[in-house]
């Protein structure tokens, strides 16, 4: 039974899941990206049949073959965990998650299956433009396999077009549009395929801007700078956009985890979107205090960001978890009662059923279905179990917003530098560039900080938290999973950048 | 030409392609030796010994997954602990 459960084998298969989602996020935008970028080097060495762009394209090809080969696999180990550790959510997502991933498969297998081995294998060996096709159909057939999986993070986030099954206990299908429509899942495809982008062209920056410290592959490296810089401004302008998007998806399905990412305790009218701030050590949202100090804010943007309206009215973790009948809103306290309404509700149509009470059952089931909107709320001991860490929430989501806004600053300053062709006097800004990545990384990482511990307590939005998720494991297996893959992850990670920067000390003539 | 001999040439022709492809790669062993180690401890070590599927491995059927997950979904409702503040 759940009251049975361990809590901290939760937190340690959370954290184990988080580590390999983490290792596995490294390799992944950089595919998603890269593939682009050398689409479109490709498409200038096919136009202009010059061979600089030619060994230009082979190179980097030939780092994202090792990025690719490197990242193999590593996708599969997550799949594992949800059947281990999580098989309760497995169980009770198998048919929502059917159809996506079984998509995802066949675009992986078909797209990049064949074309990899097209654009890798290709050179002088088919016609020039069905090799050019190949390089093109594998980011499509890349950046498709990620919608795939992407649609299905969104769904759990926003679980629409679905109906619970109270006799097999899973969530079925019951609109296949409303699941892969989602604003929840459009907005974070877009987001994440164009921050994969920037980061893309941050590695091909710093890869790029190590070759010119060292005085290596100057023509190769400044062309690939110019066009990583153009990459890179016009994909974290759009990032901007998206991530616009995605903040008002969340504002309108997640408010409470908005909430949790500023740090806004008490709903408002007009609401300020902090640019800056601190979360208190001994915040408690008990206490009708901020949760933040020294706060610098912009007047108002958080309102719009929310409602698209200057005016409106933003609420607060407060007003979630407590209601604000002035504003019509529910508050955890309530759905609760709901919640428990619907377990009551669906533990009577079980027993009902057994007992061939089919009248009962069916009187049951209405009550499941009018309240199975909140039957996680069921689940939670207490209100203030429906709040997010705030703190991990609110740094996570304004450090990625700083980057964010960084990163088209930077992509200028390298465009104009190249532009003008004068890093030898900007050899700073090099040194600089020979780190991006990390930034990038980093960014990434906080976003998906901000999606994943900004919905806790849920495993499914709402439907079911992730204490209910879990398997009933010991967490003595779980934590000696955790420190094994640690490990494990450590000891590939190193290999694997070294023969990264092995390929890269080697440069493009070898190609 | 037959059909089936056609055929035959295609497949021939995709063998070679590979083939040759994979050896004229200079991309070195070791990424090759990493990448199989990797995946023969994800699928020989981690799968098989780390990582059952809880369901799949427990119960033969569907039957008895759902209704395992259904006990599992259906607790005794523990009263709330209201005792927090409310504004």
Redesign the interface.
Known sequence: ???NLDPTMVDWARAQFALTAMYHWIFVPLTLGLTWFIAYCHTISYRTGNEEWKRLTRFWM?LF??NF??G???G??LE??F??NW??Y???VGDIFGAPLAIEGLFAFFLESTFF?VM??GWD?VSRRFHLVSTWMVALGSNLSAVWILVANAWMQHPAGQEFN?????FEMNSFRDIVFSPVAVAKFTHTASSSMVLSAFFVISVSSWYLLKGRHRTMARRSIVLASVFCLLSSLFVIFTGDQSAYAVAQKQPMKLAACEGLLRGQTGADLIAIGVVKDDHDI?D?KQVTRLNIGIPELLSYLANRNFKSFVPGV?DMV??NPEQNLL?A?QK?VKG?TA??A??AY?SDRQAGDEAGAAAARDTLRANQDYIGY?Y?????DAVPPIALSFYSFHFMVILGTLFPVVSVLFLLVAWRNTFEKHRGLLRVGTILLIPGMIAHWLGWIVAEVGRQPWAIQDLLPVN?AA???SSGSVRA?FF?FLF?FTV?LI??V??ML??ISIGPE?? | MRPGAAAGNLLRNIMV??R???R?????R???L??AI??L???GL??IF???????SGFST?RQ??DF??????????E????????
């Open positions: 039974m759940i009251e030939r073959a090792v080969a490197v193999v696999a590593t599969i180990i594992f965990e059947g281990t098989s309760n497995s169980w009770m081995a890798f294998f060996r109270p006799d097999t206990a899973r008990r009708d407060r407590y209601g508050g306290k609760m428990r377990l009551a669906l533990a079980r069921g939670l001991e207490k209100p203030e209910v398997t009933r494991l999973t094994l494990l590939l290999a694997e070294g023969i092995k390929q070898e190609g | 392609f590979y040759e492809g994979f004229g790669m200079t991309l070195g070791s990424l090759w990493v990448v990797k995946i401890v994800i699928f981690l799968k780390f990582f059952p599927d809880f369901l799949e569907d997954r759902a997950v259904l006990e599992q979904l259906t607790p005794p409702i523990p709330p602990t209201t005792g927090s503040e409310s504004p």
